[in-house]
């Protein structure tokens, strides 16, 4: 089974306007962390939102929240107010297991295009 | 601050040979973990180093070896190289204190094995 599953290969969202990208995970591991990256056309991983399973409220860092359901194991970043800039792959991922024995688990990633 | 440094950026090899890369980590950070991403799909783990030791490894044979050293920085080493090893190579960097929440990439050394 697929660790974290990413269902939507291409999204396009209008400028201005806010966009959805799926996550769900797979783990029997109660300690574990969610992670959403943007990797631009250069190729540098630059780190969104992180999620820890034992946090009680959903994550937010600026344009970025991370809708966390857990019981539905789903971790779906919302961008709000689109740029042009924001037009990259996107990646979920999850760190499972505690301290400093841990392993992270990408998905397939989502390219998102934001339209003018 | 120094992020994350990766070296070199691009490098072409011949199969059969060996590679050797390098990653310092962003400044205060005490954790190094290893990627592969080969063209179109996500980077899959290859292994963790945290106080000089390989803590976790993914499904990647024993001909990708590391070593991390005492200033924290690391090396993927990468022996009888197949064509199928080509790929970018992200060194990423996190603090264990803080359970490793926030994980710094660097630009990554894209491998071209012909």
């Known amino acids: 089974a697929q660790k974290i599953t990413q269902t939507q290969p291409g999204m396009f969202v209008q400028e201005k306007e806010a966009v959805t990208l799926d996550c769900t995970y797979d783990?029997?591991?109660?300690?574990?962390?969610l992670f959403w990256y943007k990797q631009p056309s250069s190729g540098e991983m630059i780190f969104l939102i992180y999620q820890g399973s034992y946090d009680q409220q959903n994550a937010t860092e600026g344009r970025y929240s991370l809708n966390f359901q857990k019981a539905r194991k789903s971790a779906n970043l919302v961008i709000s107010a689109s740029q042009l800039g924001d037009s990259a792959m996107y990646f979920c991922?999850?760190?499972?297991?505690?301290?400093?024995?841990?392993?992270?688990?990408f998905g397939t990633g989502t390219k998102l295009q934001v339209i003018p | 601050d120094a992020g994350v440094t990766q070296s070199p950026t691009h490098l072409i090899k011949t199969r059969g040979q060996q590679v050797t890369l390098r990653c310092s980590p962003k400044?205060?950070?005490?954790?190094v973990s290893w990627y592969q991403q080969a063209l179109g799909q996500g980077p899959q783990f290859i292994f963790q180093?945290?106080?000089?030791?390989?803590?976790q490894r993914g499904n990647f044979p024993d001909r990708f070896s590391g070593h991390q050293f005492p200033n924290y920085s690391s090396e993927l080493n990468v022996n009888a190289l197949l064509l199928g090893d080509s790929a970018l190579y992200l060194c990423?960097?996190?603090?264990?204190?803080?359970?490793?929440?926030?994980?710094?990439f660097g630009q990554g050394t894209r491998l071209t094995v012909v």
């Open positions: 783990t029997s591991d109660p300690s574990y962390g």
């Open positions: 991922a999850m760190r499972e297991g505690p301290g400093g024995y841990q392993k992270v688990t």
């Open positions: 400044s205060g950070h005490d954790t």
């Open positions: 180093y945290y106080e000089e030791e390989e803590r």
């Open positions: 990423a960097s996190s603090l264990s204190r803080d359970g490793n929440t926030e994980a710094f």
